[in-house]
């Protein structure tokens, strides 16, 4: 029965189970628990899809090792129930002479390994959810690179403040310069930027929200 859990419990040098006075497996130890809360944080969190898978395969191994802890503790009240039964006290004699049986321990159920699921199976519920954290996420970190080398951040209020801008300057000429917080440059510092550099700046950050929107 300690082969059910193998892959659970330590093994000596010659791959066979150290066992307690008991005669029982010793579990591995150093296991965090990962629940479906958890996951669901993580995915909350709009992190990148390799992040959200690995914490789905911790997640289903929690499964095997919540598992595995069940099994244990049910083989340790099998061992006590075996031993009761095995030496089971005489019968009890009453007042009138009659003899009362003493009752066995009833043996425990044994618990069922759950299916072993795939990362793909268990976040299935979460698809469409992982989707739109994760575009939403793609649209607030983007940065688009214009002609001139200069980057721009492409979020959607970043996208606003440079319609408001050629809104504002939108007498300026093209090569008239409008004071711009780039990327390419340490925040607060403000680089002089053509009207023409912020016109295709704009434009590229819509077309990659677009793009971002579209994404099937």
């Known amino acids: 029965m300690h082969n059910k859990i193998l ?36 995915i909350s969190l709009g992190q990148p899809v390799n992040v959200i898978n690995a914490f789905a395969q911790e997640f289903i191994d929690s499964e095997q090792w919540e598992w595995a802890s069940k099994y244990y503790d049910y083989l340790v009240e099998l061992n006590e129930a075996e031993q009761y039964n095995a030496n089971l006290p005489d019968p009890i004699p009453t007042e009138d002479g009659t003899l009362i049986e003493v009752e066995p321990k009833a043996l425990p159920t044994e618990p069922v390994r759950p299916a072993v699921r795939t990362v793909d199976e268990v976040l299935e519920p979460y698809k469409v959810t992982i989707f739109k954290l994760q575009r939403q996420s793609q649209i607030d970190n983007a940065v688009i690179e214009i002609s001139t080398g200069k980057t721009f951040d492409a979020d959607e209020q970043s996208i606003t403040r440079m319609a408001n801008a050629l809104i504002k300057h939108w007498q300026l000429a093209e090569d008239d310069t409008i004071p711009w917080s780039t990327t390419d440059v340490p925040t607060g510092v403000m680089v002089e930027c053509t009207k023409a550099e912020i016109v295709e ?15 099937e």
Do not use: C, M, Q, Y
Request: zero cysteines; a negative charge; proline letters at 6%.
């Open 7 to 42: 892959e659970f419990i330590l093994l000596d040098e010659n791959n066979e189970p150290i066992l307690s006075d008991l005669g029982l497996p010793t579990l591995k130890t150093g296991h965090v628990p990962k629940t479906e809360k958890d996951l669901l944080r993580v």
């Open 201 to 215: 700046a704009h434009s590229l950050a819509t077309d990659h929200f677009a793009t971002a929107w579209n994404i």
